[in-house]
């Protein structure tokens, strides 16, 4: 099986649904149309055996992470997901794993009518390069530059979750069965807020991708907006499986600074909250905290102590 | 140096000089805006060491390549470049080793005023992903569907150089320096024909970019387009080194199916010929055969007999 034969047998799709793909996989390039009154987004992020999943994992799940890795960011922006382009590395041709690789991406892809419209394959150490493409009306993306002292802060879903499936994964904590099978899917089969990322559009201040962890992803809010902020540790979202297994302040340890969680952290004026709870069906959002003035990120307990956490976030080197 | 401070060292440019770049690095996605009139076209390639570059090249060429052979991607299909996104994988942070591939890169993409606006920066095995946007007015790019039996077929530039200088490198023939010098930059700086793909916008029929070897990659043009062709092996534009170093028949087999060479192959009506070499300037094409009936590639020598060549191309796996 040469590169071709493997683009056509895994890759290509056999309909193409999009009436803005103008040319699809197959030419030097693809052509794409974007509506005249949207911008362009654009995100890329790359999945590397051995740092952004351990080596057993499985190829759907590799798939399935990179499309809402990148789905994620475009969520971030308060952006409609389009198309995407792939860059795939492997060592040697395997057509099981390609099998559930191409199974695994197209299953998040289809999610959300997104059409895989180019890219290459290679040679090499295993790695997964993904960019999407969306769009957002011209001058409506949300940014991480617009906090207002005031503003409340939210989450969406649980933090911590996808760092602690980690550590049980690595065997550095012994889980139940039953209580690995709840949490692992936060590790291997996140979901985009996509929905969120489109509802905030009007509403939110500013918005971010929590995928570093919330203290490290969140002072780039603080330092974009020029605000400070403090947040309340005993309202962070943090499933019960957590605090069954640990010390509380390592709960807020993995909640702040675990990573992997694909989850937007967005700042509001309590005054739209309404409005975004009655355009939210079944997506969680809870609020950690208050935008203040100065420059600092503050974290305080339910005793309303200031607390000091060992809080770096992932670090890509 | 985590890996904002890496970005904003390596990668951030001083000053956007693009308009149409809303949003660059700095948020989860960059903001976008394709004119009104252009359609968006994308290509992505990976290079990953010791597959696509020797082990020993520089960071400088690993750069200035990396953008070259997506440039030569756009310009197959007529495009404008605009933007760029960049994913590098490397094993640990060499701040030497990145100053002079930010330094190559920013070379080649400045050549052609493209602004990086995005990307990811990770840890793993040294692979450099780039993805390249560029514009072409609606319905006006260039595909490989569109060679008509009687047009001429023509190259730009040299074949087979590129496979020469890599065989040098590897010490697998063995050249002068002054030979050498002459023909790593074929290798090592390949230019992209940007300019000659935008003069073939409205008078080539179909145009390929052939960096996988003229054989292999003339060939997805007659199965796109319906047709056959025959090239005549005299009228290879063939660097006089390489018929010096080597016997006829294996400077036609390094020039058809050697690889490497970031040239455009584009078939055209006879009667256009003039009009595009009026728009040319100091760039140099060759016509090399002809687009007959049927679906068949045949290669012919110097004496009109038929050429059985081992041209397989560059095979990614």
Same mark, same amino acid.
């Not at 759907?60 to 997901?81: E, W």
């Not at 795939?88 to 099998?99: G, Q, R, V, Y």
């Given at each position: 099986?040469? %590169?071709?034969?493997?683009?056509? #047998?895994?890759?290509?799709? *056999? ?14 390039? &693809?052509?794409?149309?974007? @509506?005249?009154?949207?911008?362009? +987004? ?35 922006? =308060?952006?409609? @997901? ?8 492997? /060592? *040697?041709?395997?057509? &099981? ?28 150490? $295993? ?12 001058? #409506? ?8 002292? =005031? ?6 879903? %649980? ?22 099978? %709840?949490?692992? /899917?936060?590790?291997?089969? @996140? %979901?985009?807020?996509? &929905? ?24 780039? +809010? ?8 403090? +947040?309340?540790?005993?309202?962070? @979202? ?10 509380? $302040?390592?709960?807020?340890? $993995?909640? +702040?600074?675990? =990573? ?9 004026? *309590? ?5 975004? #709870?009655?355009?939210?069906?079944? !997506?969680?959002?809870? /609020? ?18 200031? !607390? ?10």
């Amino acid at each position: 099986m040469n %590169e071709i034969e493997l683009i056509k #047998k895994y890759f290509m799709q *056999e309909n193409s649904q999009r009436s803005d793909v103008m040319l699809g996989i197959g030419d030097d390039a &693809a052509i794409l149309r974007v @509506p005249v009154d949207q911008d362009l +987004v654009v995100t890329m992020d790359t999945l590397n055996a051995g740092i952004h999943f351990p080596e057993n994992t499985t190829a759907f799940d590799i798939g399935y992470k990179a499309a809402m890795v990148n789905l994620s960011d475009l969520a971030a922006m =308060g952006a409609q @997901p389009a198309w995407a382009t792939l860059s795939i590395s492997l /060592p *040697e041709i395997n057509e &099981a794993w390609l099998a559930e690789l191409s199974r695994g991406l197209f299953t998040a892809l289809d999610k959300y009518d997104v059409e895989l419209v180019g890219g290459d394959t290679n040679r090499g150490s $295993l790695s997964v390069t993904l960019q999407l493409h969306g769009f957002v009306p011209k001058n #409506k993306a949300l940014l991480r530059s617009g906090a207002q002292v =005031g503003d409340s802060i939210y989450v969406s879903g %649980e933090l911590g979750t996808a760092a602690l499936a980690l550590q049980a994964v690595q065997a550095k904590i012994n889980l139940s069965n039953t209580e690995l099978a %709840e949490i692992l /899917p936060a590790l291997n089969r @996140p %979901e985009a807020q996509v &929905a969120l990322g489109l509802a905030l559009r009007d509403l939110a201040s500013s918005c971010i991708d929590i995928s570093d962890g919330l203290s490290k992803d969140l002072k780039h +809010v603080l330092a974009k907006s020029g605000v400070g902020a403090i +947040v309340e540790l005993a309202q962070l @979202p943090i499933n019960p499986i957590l605090t069954q297994h640990l010390p509380l $302040l390592d709960c807020y340890c $993995l909640a +702040v600074s675990g =990573g992997d969680d694909y989850q937007l952290c967005f700042t509001i004026p *309590e005054s739209r909250i309404t409005e975004l #709870k009655q355009q939210l069906r079944g !997506v969680a959002i809870t /609020p950690i905290g208050k935008i203040m003035a100065g420059s600092e990120l503050l974290f305080r307990n339910a005793a309303c102590e200031m !607390v000091e956490l060992a809080a770096t976030g992932f670090q890509h080197f």
